[in-house]
């Protein structure tokens, strides 16, 4: 394909920008999660680019994005008052519902599945785009397949470079990880992808929800996730990365005795001193799970433009923001953890 000329566009470009989306193109979305690769999800020409620009496979679905909670009942079909309790709660904001589709949405876009996810983003600029483009628009993660998805318009264009006709850059993402992914057609409704809502807040709201065991263990050998990218290697910088989980303290001293100079380290603020003659990556503060969502991206990322051969990471507990920080260093680890015996205080708060 011949290389496009990307554009940047500030937000007060939004009408330029949607143009694109209104006659097939493909364009970079802010979002307040990760970057968004778009598409006019009606139109099944257009959806076909972003698979091929990613390099993403096609039994992968794609989520629509809409600017308000009115359009569900366009592109859903059955849709639960458990889908309306959730928007109330937390649309716009970084939460994918999976509901039954209609027959409206193109197959490409949920891979042929009977249903479809469905998120309305809270990015000044994403609903500007979208109301601007007046369709739904299908957008992955903006990144290559495979690799940590984009949280500054920088990194998308690392990726997406001549691929794409523009992009919008609103700035660095404030949630940093994708969206919650929850899945309304399960009973009880199933966490596929634990995001910026956390489980906690999911389970006030809905009561019992289960959790997709994809989410923090390897699928086995022949079996079938729910949310078909599950599956796939994600998020993964080129050097191995082992996840080392326990209390920060033990976690760092493990991690100090098994370095070789030159190697990677992903660590809280804390330690980030421990390390000489390594490279050092700081997720911020160990109690900050917002600052370790926003910078984990860009920590794995980085790592790709240095000459680090093995990488271990500290990672916070499976508490609230803690859950979708965990999963993304386990994937991007491949789930090659070392888990350290716990100290008296974390067993206390299991
Ligand atoms: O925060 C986000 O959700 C970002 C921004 C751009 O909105 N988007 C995003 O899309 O993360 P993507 O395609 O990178 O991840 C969507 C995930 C994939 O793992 C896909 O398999 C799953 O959602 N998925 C999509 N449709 C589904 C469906 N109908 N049933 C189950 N899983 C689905
Ligand atoms: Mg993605």
Redesign the pocket.
Known sequence: MRPLNTRVFTPEQVSEAAAILRRGGLLGIP?E????LGADGLNPDAVKAIFAAKGRPQD????L?IPTADWLERYCAEVPPQAYALAERFWPG?L?M?LRRRPCVPDVV?AG?D???M?C?DHPAARAVLTAAGVPVA???GNTSGRP?PTCAAHMLEDMNGKIEGIVDGGPCAVGV??T?I?LTAVPPRL??P?GVSLEQLRAVLGEVAVDGAVSRPLSAGERP?????KYRHYAPRAPVTVVRGSPGAAAAYIRSQIRPGDGVICFEEFAQEYPGCVVESLGSAADKGEQARRVFAALRSFDATSAVRIWAQCPDEVELGLAVCNRLNKAAGFHIVQLPMDAEQRAGE
């Open positions: 979002t999660t990760v970057y968004g992968n679905p794609l989520i994005h970084p994918t999976i949920t599945l249903t479809v996810g998120r983003p957008a992955p993660s998805s994708e969206s992914i899945d596929l992808r995001g729910r949310a078909p990218g599950m």
